[in-house]
């Protein structure tokens, strides 16, 4: 397998972002690849906030929430995919599939013994964390929901979905910093940067060019069984707490689709909304991470 590692001094100067990154080299069926990860809080907190990153992002994407679950005395959990942020980054697009990403959070979850685990997701982040507590349902006790979906293979996919799985068929060299100023105007200068760290060139470019194919969006693409049998969980077994923010100017993930995933969760309540949210409504982490643990009573 040819592998790329991004240059650590791509790293050197992350805006908001001091946390020291660890890293595992031995993971299961992953032993040529080196997965990095944050780590923050007390291990001994009564629960861990897992966070899940989507494409074309990075644990970065949680540096506005890490210090709020910390400060309250919990332990905070961000890895990054393979194929992102500080993570190993194989060269072959063919190397990610959903079961590939799927299988690496459930060994990442399983090697740091994680357990009651608080489900921090959105966009890929949901699509692969949503499908992770059928199977490991003794370590999770809550989720925080943030424009994601679980990808059952149903219905029919939203344009503005198919408008941007074009777009990156179409750009494999993507701007990644320009990408997400473009969602996310607030961004300064140096968050753009940091959001284009990991990626020095196309070679590195891979894992985010794949994410929109994977999306199972039929019956029977590789992922929606899987996706399907969550959801069946979901509205059977589920008994934990959720919250649920929705960044309301998001065109692929936003309100529609919430209200979708909504209905898949027992009892998840009337979600916040984000007037000026867009599709990475981790942007506005700081008001999505209070309200959560007021909601929660933590």
Request: net charge neutral.
């Amino acid at each position: 397998m040819d592998v790329l590692r991004t240059p650590e001094e791509r790293f050197s100067n992350l805006a908001n972002f001091p946390y020291t990154p660890h890293y595992l080299s031995n993971l299961k069926d992953y032993d040529d690849l080196r997965l990095a990860y944050i780590d923050e809080g007390s291990r001994t907190s009564n629960y861990t906030f897992l966070c899940l990153h989507g494409q074309p992002t990075w644990s970065y994407l949680y540096r506005k929430m890490i210090p709020i679950f910390v400060n309250a005395g919990y332990r905070v959990v961000a890895p990054d995919y393979y194929g992102f942020g500080r993570s190993d980054k194989p060269v072959d697009d063919a190397i990610y599939t959903f079961d590939f990403h799927r299988n690496s959070v459930i060994r990442f979850i399983e090697n740091l013994d994680l357990k009651n685990v608080i489900l921090v997701c959105q966009d890929w982040g949901g699509l692969i964390g949503l499908t992770l507590p059928v199977e490991m349902s003794s370590r999770f006790s809550k989720l925080i929901l943030m424009n994601t979906a679980l990808g059952t293979g149903e219905g029919v996919p939203s344009p503005g979905f198919k408008a941007f799985r074009d777009w990156v068929n179409k750009t494999p060299d993507m701007d990644v910093g320009r990408l997400m100023l473009r969602g996310t105007p607030i961004l300064t200068p140096e968050e753009v940067e940091a959001y284009d760290a990991p990626f020095p060139d196309i070679k590195f470019k891979a894992g985010i060019r794949r994410f929109p194919d994977l999306v199972p969006t039929t019956h029977d693409a590789p992922g929606a069984e899987t996706s399907r049998k969550a959801r069946d969980w979901f509205q059977n077994e589920w008994s934990g707490e959720s919250f649920m923010a929705i960044g309301m100017q998001d065109p692929i993930l936003g309100p529609s689709v919430m209200r979708k995933l909504r209905k898949m969760i027992p009892r998840c309540p009337e979600p916040l909304k984000i007037k000026d949210a867009g599709h990475f409504v981790q942007e506005w982490g700081e008001i999505v991470a209070k309200k959560a643990l007021e909601a929660f009573n933590l």
